[in-house]
């Protein structure tokens, strides 16, 4: 079932490479810059699940999150941070502000597909 993904990374590569490989497997891709872009793209898009990178200029990824997060459709979407961060801390900091999960760069592109078809089924 083709679903509707958001990706927001400030990154031209990682945005292709995640878009390519969910689009690959049948579900309609939406790319933002920054939390800011992500959050105007949120008005039309409707994504049913998100993968955010953290570091990011104009809006990062943890701001990003908690404005999603006090929109009404948007509360209980699944948002995985996509990010080098790997400190225990910063992990905190995003399930604090409301991811669902984490992912480490670099990332096997089988591991996104795995978790879309986890977390949506």
Same mark, same amino acid.
């Given at each position: 079932? =083709?679903?509707?993904?958001?990706?927001?990374?400030?990154?031209?590569?990682? *945005?292709?490479?995640?878009?390519?490989?969910? *689009?690959?497997?049948?579900? @309609?891709?939406? $790319? &933002?810059? /920054?939390?800011? /872009? &992500?959050?105007?793209?949120?008005? /039309?898009?409707?994504? @049913?699940? !998100?993968?955010? /990178?953290?570091?990011?200029?104009?809006?990062?990824?943890?701001?990003?999150? =908690? $404005?999603?997060?006090?929109?009404?459709?948007?509360?209980?979407?699944?948002?995985? !941070?996509?990010?080098? $961060?790997?400190?225990?801390?910063?992990?905190?900091? +995003?399930?604090? &502000?409301?991811?669902? +999960?984490?992912?480490?760069? %670099?990332?096997? %592109?089988?591991?996104?597909?795995?978790?879309?078809?986890?977390?949506? +089924?």
């Amino acid at each position: 079932m =083709k679903r509707v993904i958001l990706i927001v990374d400030d990154s031209v590569s990682v *945005r292709q490479l995640v878009g390519m490989t969910l *689009r690959n497997a049948g579900h @309609e891709v939406v $790319e &933002a810059v /920054d939390g800011s /872009d &992500a959050l105007n793209k949120l008005k /039309d898009a409707k994504p @049913e699940m !998100m993968f955010v /990178d953290v570091n990011m200029p104009n809006m990062n990824g943890l701001e990003f999150i =908690k $404005e999603a997060r006090q929109l009404r459709d948007y509360r209980f979407v699944p948002i995985i !941070m996509l990010t080098t $961060e790997a400190h225990i801390s910063r992990r905190q900091e +995003g399930k604090l &502000a409301g991811a669902t +999960g984490w992912i480490i760069k %670099p990332f096997k %592109p089988e591991q996104l597909v795995n978790i879309v078809t986890k977390v949506l +089924g």
